[in-house]
């Protein structure tokens, strides 16, 4: 069984293929949801406090990269290297996006889209390397020209 999970997702048949990625997409937008808040705006700590708060923890922010951390790993290394960037940064980059759109603040004290492009370029770096840490961990050798970066190429 153990096999069976870590084969490369290229050798099985496509079913399994698409339904595992997509396992994988809905556990990284699950792990988003469950452990950031929806609502990422700053607001008071308490009634007429002056010093603001956002609803995120450092254990949220912890669990979610651990999570995120062992996705990127396992399809690192049974995937081509982009799925795992398509796969766990780009999902909660979009639910972070739309987060951040959802509550519009005034014109010139919109300072989400920098946040966002910060953190999905950060994310997506991250997944990245984590990906390639677990490649170098896979047992069979990789024909690296007949893998490509999502599908095999015609050269």
């Known amino acids: 069984m153990t ?54 923890t450092v254990t949220g922010v912890v ?5 995120l951390l062992l996705l990127a790993a396992y399809f690192g290394r049974r995937d081509a290297l982009a799925w795992p960037l398509l796969l766990v940064a780009v999902v909660p980059s979009a639910l972070m996006y739309v987060s951040f ?13 920098l946040a966002w492009a910060f953190f999905t370029l950060v994310l997506g770096a991250w997944v990245l390397v984590t990906a390639s840490v677990a490649r170098r961990f896979r047992k069979e050798p990789v024909d690296r020209a007949a893998e490509g970066w999502l599908i095999r190429s015609g050269s």
């Open 101 to 113: 759109h959802a509550h519009p603040e005034p014109p010139d004290a919109a300072v989400w889209p």
């Open 63 to 67: 669990v979610l990269a651990l999570v």
């Open 3 to 56: 096999e069976k999970l870590l084969r490369p997702l290229r050798t099985r048949p496509w079913p399994e293929r698409w339904l595992t990625r997509l396992l994988g997409a809905a556990l990284a937008a699950a792990a988003y949801r469950l452990c950031l808040p929806w609502d990422l705006r700053n607001r008071p700590e308490l009634e007429g406090s002056l010093s603001e708060t956002t609803p995120v």
